[in-house]
C-alpha cells in the first residue's frame, strides 16, 4: 500500500469555479462617456455619408438598369394583385380548384349489403 499513499484524496478542482473566481468583481462602465463616445462616431459616419453621396456612381449597364426595372414592376403588380382579392374570394378559388381535381385520393364507400 506503499504505491497508494501520494494520492490527493480531495475532490477535483476545476477553473472558473470556486472561491478564486467569485472573489473577483466586474467594473462598471461610465454610461455618460460611452454615449459621448457614440455620438462622435455617428456625427463622423454623417460626414462620411454625404461625401460618399456625391461621389456615388451607378456602375450598372443599361440593360441592367432595364431589367431592375422591370422586376420592380412585376414585383408591384404581384402585390397589387394579391391586395385585390378578399379572403372570401380566396376561399372561393381555392374551393372551385378542389372541385376541380380528381377524387382520387377520395375514400370509396364500402358496403358489404349491397
Known amino acids: 500500500m506503499s504505491e497508494y499513499d501520494q494520492i490527493q484524496k480531495s475532490s477535483l478542482k476545476l477553473k472558473g469555479a ?22 462622435v462616431v455617428t456625427s463622423q459616419n454623417d460626414e462620411e455619408e454625404v461625401k460618399t453621396k456625391k461621389a456615388y456612381i451607378d456602375k450598372r449597364t443599361p440593360a441592367q438598369i432595364a431589367f431592375d426595372k422591370m422586376q420592380e414592376k412585376r414585383q408591384m403588380e404581384r402585390i397589387l394583385k394579391k391586395a385585390s382579392k378578399t379572403h372570401k374570394h380566396r376561399v372561393e378559388d381555392f374551393n372551385r380548384h378542389l372541385d376541380t381535381l380528381t377524387e382520387h385520393y377520395d375514400i370509396p364507400k364500402v358496403s358489404w349489403t349491397k
Open 18 to 39: 470556486g472561491e478564486l473566481s467569485a472573489g473577483k468583481k466586474k467594473k462598471k462602465k461610465n454610461k455618460e462617456s460611452k454615449h459621448r463616445m457614440e455620438q
